[in-house]
Each structure stands twice: as C-alpha cells, then as structure tokens.
C-alpha cells in the first residue's frame, strides 16, 4: 500500500530534509509540503494524505491550531509532530499525535514513524495512542526524563524526584507518590525501571521494590541479615531490603 504523505514546516531547509528522508521510504508517496497553517489547511482538504509531519512552532497560528481545524475533516490523517522543541510533547500525546520527533531528524527515527503510521494502517487501528507507543516515543526525546503514569484513562508525565519507590503486584506496577498512587501504563518491567532509574538515584532493594533514595528517612537491620527502611511518604512506608541487596545497599549510602 501507498502512504500519502504531506509535510508541513514554515522552514524550507527543514520541509527539504524531511522529504529527503521521506523520499527513500518505498511505501510513501509525498502528495505535497506547506509553508504555513493556511496552505496546510487548503493542501489537505484537497489531498487527504493519510499522513502528517507537522512542524508546531510557526509563524501565526501554530500546529496544534491546524490539528483542531482539520478534526472537521471526514478524513482524518496520522499526525507525526516534528520539532525542535521537546516542551511540546506531552500536549503533542494529548492531541492524539501518532509520534514526536525532534530536529534534527534521522532517517531511522523518520522512517519508524511510518512504519508506525503503516502498520495503524493496515490493520485500521483507530484508538487513541496506546500508553505503551507513548511511552516509547517520549524515550527517544534526549533529555526527557519523566516517566508516564496513568490517570484516569489518562497519561500524567511526573518528574522521578517526586517518586518516593515503585511496587510491582502481581502483573501491575505501581509509583508512589508523597500520598498519591498511579500505575505505569504498558508493559513496564522492573528490569527496565532498574536500568533506566538507577543514575537518578533509585535502586531495587527487593524483587518487588525500586526506592528513591533520596525519599528516606531510617534504615535498620532486621533478622537473617535483611534490612529494611523507611520513606518520607505520607504513610512512612517500610520497605524491606532483601538480604543479597544489603551489602550494594549499604554502599549506595556510603556505609
């Protein structure tokens, strides 16, 4: 199948190395590109391209205003927000943006956008974004470091500092706040909170337990060579230290 596709940026250099990167992609054919909101608006009505890249930073009305105009459309394309700004993204996500990609671009960045923007496609998956896709887009944004939460069937992006630990239940993973509580959407692991967590100050004291070491208060031995410890959340939550994590433990609070 053919993807049509149509790029929207008031920069020419930026419009020309999308569509180089575009142009290599077997499965697309670039119906048009628009310098503003005004002509985005005209080309699209009259291509209806399946596909969007969209810049958000222009002069006049913004790519965000085009999305809320294009919504009357019986047509109504994937948008893949493309940026110099990472600001944008959480409200990029709550517009049901296909993908977000920061400037400046690569062709495998580019070209997993629509491979995502295909596979939606042949299966005529309409639903918003699924938390998982959004959690993968957010991870490719440098410096992007808050973690997705679920809320109410909605996303909530938090800074790690205001996490006091993670719990895994069953098939569920739960953060911890100061005296809120969310679950982490998609298919979340502890291994991967581990490794994408442990230089901002987290560390795994049990199987079942990632705490924010900078959230505790007390720590004490405990029988059979286990600790435990305490955070400074509302309830002052104790949380074990299983004994194979004491001794690294101890070295992570320079005992």
């Known amino acids: 199948m053919k993807i049509k596709c149509v790029v929207v940026d008031d920069e020419k250099p930026a419009r020309d190395e999308l569509i180089f990167f575009l142009s290599k992609i077997d499965c697309l054919e670039i119906c048009g590109e ?3 909101v005004s002509q985005a608006f005209d080309l699209i009505k009259e291509k209806e391209p399946d596909l969007i890249f969209l810049d958000i930073e222009m002069p006049g009305n913004n790519g965000f205003f085009l999305l809320e105009t294009i919504k009357e459309f019986k047509k109504f394309p994937y948008i893949v927000f493309a940026t110099a700004y ?4 959480v409200e990029a996500f ?4 296909l993908d977000y990609v920061l400037k400046p671009f690569s062709f495998e960045r580019i070209n997993e956008s629509v491979n995502k923007a295909k596979k939606r496609l042949e299966n005529k998956i309409n639903e918003k974004i699924r938390f998982e896709e959004f959690e993968h887009a957010v991870s490719k944004i440098p410096g992007f470091s808050k973690i997705p939460l679920e809320s109410d069937n909605r ?12 719990e895994s239940l069953g098939k569920d993973i739960k ?3 100061y005296d809120d509580v969310y679950l982490l959407p998609g298919e979340a692991t502890m291994e991967k909170l581990e490794k994408r967590l442990y230089w901002k100050g987290f560390f795994r004291t049990h199987r079942s337990f990632i705490v924010n070491m900078d959230k505790i208060s007390e720590f004490y031995p405990m029988f ?8 400074k959340n509302r309830d ?3 949380i074990p230290v299983s004994r194979a994590r004491v001794k690294e433990f101890k ?3 320079g005992l």
């Not at 990472?86 to 993204?89: G, V």
């Not at 709550?94 to 943006?97: L, T, V």
């Not at 996303?155 to 993670?166: A, C, G, K, T, Y």
């Not at 059979?224 to 955070?231: D, F, N, P, R």
């Open 251 to 253: 070295k992570m609070t």
């Open 175 to 177: 953060a911890f706040l």
């Open 34 to 36: 628009a310098g503003s």
């Open 224 to 231: 059979a060579g286990k600790y435990e410890l305490v955070v």
């Open 155 to 166: 996303i909530i992006l938090v800074s790690p500092d205001e996490i006091f630990f993670f």
């Open 86 to 89: 990472e600001s944008y993204a």
């Open 94 to 97: 709550e517009k049901e943006a």
């Open 236 to 238: 002052k939550t104790k």
